[in-house]
């Protein structure tokens, strides 16, 4: 069983940074390949970036690509989400997600995922 708690969305200016948080609860996050999505209000949920059960792989949507950074520190249970020159488009709920994957490279369906956060919302303003 996977438990995840987003934190840190909330409103920034465009152009702006912010960090996204996201607490894993149990002993074995380092087995779990983890990723971002995020879901706009009328649009479909889309993926962002994932890293695979170490650390040493990711992948990121070209829309995302050069600003958005993920990262994982196993040893917090926490997977990072740096958001750099963001922009009015990036506002969604971002949602974390794990599924168990140790060994494999990052995936970037939503359906390679079995366990989600609540969201968090971040809006940019322009």
């Known amino acids: 069983q996977m438990q995840l708690v987003e934190s840190g969305g909330g409103l920034v200016q465009a152009g702006g940074s912010l960090r996204l948080s996201c607490a894993a609860s149990?002993?074995?996050?380092?087995?779990?390949?983890m990723g971002w999505f995020r879901q706009a209000p009328g649009k479909e949920r889309e993926f962002v970036a994932a890293?695979?059960?170490?650390?040493?792989?990711?992948r990121y949507a070209d829309s995302v690509k050069g600003r958005f950074t993920i990262s994982r520190d196993n040893a917090k249970n926490t997977v990072y989400l740096q958001m750099n020159s963001l922009k009015p488009e990036d506002t969604a709920v971002y949602s974390c997600?794990?599924?168990?994957?140790?060994?494999?490279?990052?995936?970037?369906?939503?359906?390679?995922?079995?366990?989600w956060g609540q969201g968090t919302q971040v809006t940019v303003s322009s």
């Open positions: 890293i695979n059960w170490s650390g040493g792989s990711t």
């Open positions: 997600a794990a599924d168990y994957g140790m060994g494999t490279a990052p995936t970037t369906s939503r359906y390679d995922y079995a366990y």
């Open positions: 149990g002993r074995t996050f380092s087995a779990y390949k």
